[in-house]
């Protein structure tokens, strides 16, 4: 379900004339509302990586890697797609289809069955799969990196040579627009001409809280950076319940 965007406009202009902080105009939103909506969305990506670097431990806590594909997934023209990596049987590695956005990877096993990558370190796997200990109850599926766009996968049987694919993300959010009719001198929101933000509803505080902040800088006005600070404590706390 997308985010309304007269409820985030109300919402900012709301927080924004407290304490008579000022008016943001309906072209200072739109253009504020677009830039917070790529900023969320882009950040996506930057965790995906920081969390695709960490390995084991980014899933040690709720998955942080499964929620943020879910928010990605979530997100109105944008999808997920999975593609098919090429193998290379002259030096054993697999070449990742031009346009990779993430680090997620797959490997069918011999039953047909889906599994999700592990990334680990070469030495790492080379330690398991020559400890007769390990071995016996290595039934992951590993990679590690090889260069640019190339990795090489292993089980406990050896090389996989078959069946890697990786997700792929094509699309982007929508143009945000606050759509407007003058009204007696005011601007008065029009439906037919808006157009809601393209992320799902979970990410209403951080869309006002962006915008609060990206408002502050425009009119270098402290309080109003202040007041999405303070927007944004009371998110995290709830968050944290």
Same mark, same amino acid.
């Given at each position: 379900?997308?985010?309304?965007?007269?409820?985030?406009?109300?919402?900012?202009?709301?927080?924004?004339?407290?304490?008579?902080?000022?008016?943001?105009?309906?072209?200072?939103?739109?253009?504020?509302?677009?830039?917070?909506?790529?900023?969320?969305?882009?950040?996506?990506?930057?965790?995906?990586?920081?969390?695709?670097?960490?390995?084991?431990?980014?899933?040690?806590?709720?998955?942080?890697?499964?929620?943020?594909?879910?928010?990605?997934?979530?997100?109105?023209?944008?999808?997920?797609?999975?593609?098919?990596?090429?193998?290379?049987?002259?030096?054993?590695?697999?070449?990742?289809?031009?346009?990779?956005?993430?680090?997620?990877?797959?490997?069918?096993?011999?039953?047909?069955?889906?599994?999700?990558?592990?990334?680990?370190?070469?030495?790492?796997?080379?330690?398991?799969?020559?400890?007769?200990?390990?071995?016996?109850?290595?039934?992951?599926?590993?990679?590690?990196?090889?260069?640019?766009?190339?990795?090489?996968?292993?089980?406990?049987?050896?090389?996989?040579?078959?069946? %890697?694919?990786? +997700? $792929?993300?094509?699309?982007? @959010?929508?143009?945000? !627009?606050?759509?407007? &009719? %003058?009204?007696? +001198? $005011?601007?008065?929101?029009? @439906?037919?001409?808006? !157009?809601?933000?393209? &992320?799902?509803?979970? +990410?209403?505080?951080?869309?006002?809280?962006?915008?609060?902040?990206?408002?502050?800088?425009?009119?270098?006005?402290?309080?109003?950076?202040?007041?999405?600070?303070?927007?944004?404590?009371?998110?995290?706390?709830?968050?944290?319940?």
């Amino acid at each position: 379900m997308p985010i309304n965007v007269d409820t985030v406009y109300q919402t900012v202009q709301a927080l924004a004339n407290k304490e008579q902080r000022g008016y943001i105009t309906p072209q200072e939103f739109n253009l504020m509302a677009n830039q917070a909506q790529s900023d969320i969305f882009e950040q996506y990506f930057y965790d995906l990586n920081a969390f695709h670097k960490k390995g084991e431990e980014a899933r040690e806590l709720a998955d942080s890697v499964t929620h943020i594909m879910r928010k990605i997934n979530l997100t109105q023209g944008v999808s997920i797609n999975r593609a098919n990596c090429i193998y290379n049987a002259v030096n054993n590695t697999w070449s990742l289809p031009t346009g990779t956005t993430t680090g997620r990877l797959f490997a069918t096993d011999p039953s047909g069955m889906s599994k999700e990558l592990r990334v680990m370190g070469m030495d790492e796997i080379d330690d398991l799969r020559n400890s007769r200990w390990h071995k016996s109850g290595f039934d992951e599926y590993v990679y590690f990196e090889d260069g640019y766009q190339t990795i090489q996968v292993w089980s406990g049987i050896g090389p996989v040579t078959s069946g %890697i694919q990786v +997700e $792929q993300i094509a699309g982007m @959010p929508g143009v945000v !627009n606050w759509g407007y &009719l %003058i009204v007696n +001198e $005011q601007a008065i929101y029009n @439906p037919a001409t808006s !157009n809601d933000f393209s &992320l799902d509803a979970s +990410e209403r505080a951080d869309v006002v809280i962006n915008i609060l902040k990206l408002a502050g800088i425009s009119t270098e006005d402290p309080s109003l950076y202040q007041a999405a600070g303070s927007e944004e404590s009371t998110n995290l706390q709830q968050e944290n319940k």
